[in-house]
């Protein structure tokens, strides 16, 4: 198995999770941070051609942004090698008339993460509506951690603003996808419902009592989950 991280992630968010702890985990956001082009242009497309050339693997996972990332990897040359897929809190794509203002909101956020103390950035970041559900983060965030110019480009040249709506690729995919999400996050549990829609492979597991870090917050459920897609 391939895991991919969110945004303000790391590789090693997997391995408190007993089910991934031995799994292939992918840092891409230095992959990112190498592909030509500028701040603003979208990378997603290339990115996951880029990964699909350097990762193992036939069975991938990703979460939030890895999700979107994981999505394109198997839409992309290479992307039939994937066996199964697994995409936990990921929307496969905004519609038009939203973009706009989320690409704003965007690069705001990529200007507060290139520059503003850090504790309060992510504090901000922590406090969004999307993660409300979930308590406190699981998961202690350091800036030694992290390249700041790394997140900012995360932020611009991943947003899902840019990247095109994928519904009508997904619908055409042969490799199988569960999608899973928290029942308490709301907006991603609908898109994980609409999702499984789109085609006969798919199918939808929605976790209760959890928000949209549900691999974290929710960790037995979660890893009775994959256990039973392994089966």
């Given at each position: 198995?391939?895991?991919l991280?969110?945004?303000l992630g790391?590789?090693s ?28 242009d ?8 880029a990964?699909n ?14 999700g979107?990332i ?14 199964n ?6 929307s ?10 989320r ?26 509506s999307?993660?409300?559900?979930d ?15 790394h997140?900012a ?9 840019g990247?095109?709506d994928?519904?009508e690729?997904?619908?055409c995919l ?9 029942e308490?996050?709301t907006?991603y ?13 798919f ?6 009592d959890t928000?949209?870090r ?8 979660f ?9």
């Open positions: 198995m391939t895991c991280h969110g945004f790391l590789p968010d997997w391995d408190v999770i007993p089910c991934t702890a031995e799994a292939h985990k992918v840092d891409w956001m230095p992959v990112l941070a190498g592909l030509p082009g500028g701040p603003d979208p990378a997603l497309p290339a990115l996951a051609e990964l050339a350097q990762v193992p693997g036939d069975v991938l996972l990703g979460y939030s942004m890895g979107r994981a999505m394109h990897m198997l839409l992309a040359k290479g992307g039939a090698r994937w066996r897929a697994i995409i936990v809190s990921a496969p794509g905004l519609p038009p008339a939203s973009r706009i203002e690409l704003a909101l965007d690069r705001t956020w990529a200007e507060q993460f290139r520059h503003d103390p850090w504790v309060e950035v992510t504090k901000l970041w922590n406090e969004q999307v993660f409300a559900t308590g406190p983060s699981p998961l202690a965030r350091n800036e030694a951690d992290f390249r700041r110019d997140l480009l995360a932020l611009t040249r991943g947003s899902v603003a990247q095109e994928l519904r690729a997904l619908a042969q490799t199988p996808i569960c999608w899973i999400a928290g308490r996050d907006k549990a609908a898109a994980a419902r609409e999702c499984v829609t789109l085609n006969p492979r199918r939808c597991e929605i976790l209760r928000g949209h549900a691999p974290w917050t929710a960790l037995r459920n890893c009775a989950m994959l256990e039973g897609l392994a089966n």
